[in-house]
């Protein structure tokens, strides 16, 4: 089994966000940044099957060189190679269509993403992939197993669960769940020293318009003083949440 596991490099979601630009461009300035929390769900199972099914591990990131720290944390962890495709991510299609290429010629018949990458939380990229590459897809995966050449994946549903099996090869979007937080890997000192000596190959980009672009962002309004409202005065908190909040 060879698997995929599609890395977005995003800020540390204790990172302060700023735009430059008169608000067109994300501001990169002392943001730290981390795997994107759902890839990590989707990097940890991979490990599963590189342990118990004997599974390959490469980790992708569409992206330039600065996201390279991110994917040597995943070899560190445990996959076995790395690829970097050589460009900057700027709409979920062109990033979809880079990582198609990179299926391709990898042969992989298992591709690993989160549901979605928590910067622009554009939700597409999992979903592309499948239909560039007209592979099954199962999106919010909450469990994955596989056997031979059937997956078995589980889906949240509004008061239950969901099992879908379907064929390989396939593309899974994860979420939390799809192995329990406790189980994620922190890389140790033995891993980070060997993921210096595995492949990261930097990938020439193919060429690729994007389909949409962001004209600007607004951050949310600042919220307003708190208002102390004393623990006896419960008519004065009443008339505040109806009045002003327009909550009741
Ligand atoms: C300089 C810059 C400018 C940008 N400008 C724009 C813009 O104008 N419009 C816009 O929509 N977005 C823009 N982005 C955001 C960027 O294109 C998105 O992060 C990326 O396209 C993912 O799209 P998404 O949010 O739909 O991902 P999602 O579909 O939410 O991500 C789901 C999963 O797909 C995989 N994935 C996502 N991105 C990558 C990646 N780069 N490499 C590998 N796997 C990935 C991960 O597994 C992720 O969990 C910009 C980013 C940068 C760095």
Redesign the pocket.
Known sequence: MKVL??????PDTTSKINFKDDNT??DTNGVQFVI?P??EF?LTRAMWFKEKQGATVTV????NSSTEPTLRKALAIGADAAIR?DT?????F??AK??AEVVKSGEFDVV??????I?????????M?ASFLDFNFVNACIGLEIEGTTATAAREIDGGKEIIKASLPIVI?GQKGLVEEKDLRIPNMRGIMMARKKPLTVATAIDVT?A???TSFEKPTAKGAVKLVDAANIDELISLLHNEAKVI
């Open positions: 596991v599609c890395i977005s490099h995003v461009q994300f994107n759902y890839d989707a992708v990131t569409v992206g495709v900057e991510a700027t709409d979920g062109s990033v880079q990582l690993l993403a989160g549901k979605e990458s910067d622009f939380n554009g939700g597409m990229v999992p979903g992939l979007a994007s949409t672009a962001s």
